[in-house]
């Protein structure tokens, strides 16, 4: 079974600074997918950004990115310029194909706080 | 449609009551995923489809869970008898046959009372 951590309830930052938060996870498999989905307070999860595990370029969406190390199973994701509206909770997610029927693996999630 | 599209938003049960959730898949969308997400945070995976076959049902509790996907009809997840522990919002997401990503709808909150 894959299982998904993330080690920080809770974050905070600034406006217009960066952030990091961290997901590890543990699986066995050789081809699978990680993700990571935000949930503003209106409950909708939003896709926020998707790397393939064979992939060793870190993928990047505008001012999401995100560090992959895959001997150390690590998945972190980097905010720059944070804004107000990034305030969510980020979940990573696991997925161990990529047939995409295969369901998600939730870690249980970081609140990210933007303060002015 | 180009959303995935849940109903009711909001539904409350007694103890013991039928609960009935909907979910309209995006069009293309050949998977289609129930999740359960407690108190804000922990995701649980219930039940998969692929069109109207069960593809993953590893989560789901079968004593009083029921699911279908039936062929030009809403999903749906039934839960039979409530519980107080049911208590929870059911999201349900699709895929399309060809890429990863999986697409959210809004859930529905379930309150047992």
């Known amino acids: 079974a894959q299982t998904v951590t993330q080690s920080q309830p809770e974050m905070s930052v600034q406006e217009a600074e960066t952030v990091t938060l961290s997901c590890t996870y543990d699986?066995?498999?050789?081809?699978?997918?990680l993700f990571w989905y935000k949930q503003p307070p209106s409950r909708q999860m939003i896709l926020v950004i998707r790397?393939?595990?064979?992939?060793?370029q870190n993928a990047t969406e505008n001012r999401f990115s995100v560090n992959f190390q895959k001997a150390a199973k690590s998945f972190s994701l980097k905010i720059s310029d944070s804004q107000l509206g990034d305030t969510a909770m980020y979940f990573c997610?696991?997925?161990?194909?990529?047939?995409?029927?295969?369901?998600?693996?939730f870690g249980k999630g970081t609140s990210l706080l933007v303060t002015p | 449609g180009e959303e995935v599209a849940q109903t009711p938003k909001h539904l409350v049960r007694g103890e013991g009551q039928k609960a009935k959730l909907y979910c309209a898949p995006i069009?293309?969308?050949?998977?289609v995923f129930w999740y359960q997400q407690v108190l804000k945070n922990e995701f649980k995976f219930l039940i998969s489809?692929?069109?109207?076959?069960?593809?993953?049902e590893t989560g789901m509790p079968k004593e009083r869970f029921s699911a279908k996907c039936l062929p030009n009809s809403p999903c749906s997840l039934e839960i039979q008898a409530t519980k107080l522990e049911d208590s929870a919002v059911y999201f349900c997401?699709?895929?399309?046959?060809?890429?990863?990503?999986?697409?959210f709808g809004q859930g529905t909150r379930l309150t047992v009372v």
């Open positions: 790397q393939e595990a064979y992939k060793q």
């Open positions: 997401a699709s895929s399309h046959p060809r890429r990863t990503e999986a697409f």
């Open positions: 069009k293309g969308h050949s998977y």
């Open positions: 489809f692929q069109n109207e076959n069960v593809f993953d």
């Open positions: 997610a696991f997925m161990k194909h990529s047939n995409s029927g295969y369901a998600l693996n």
């Open positions: 699986t066995s498999e050789s081809n699978y997918y």
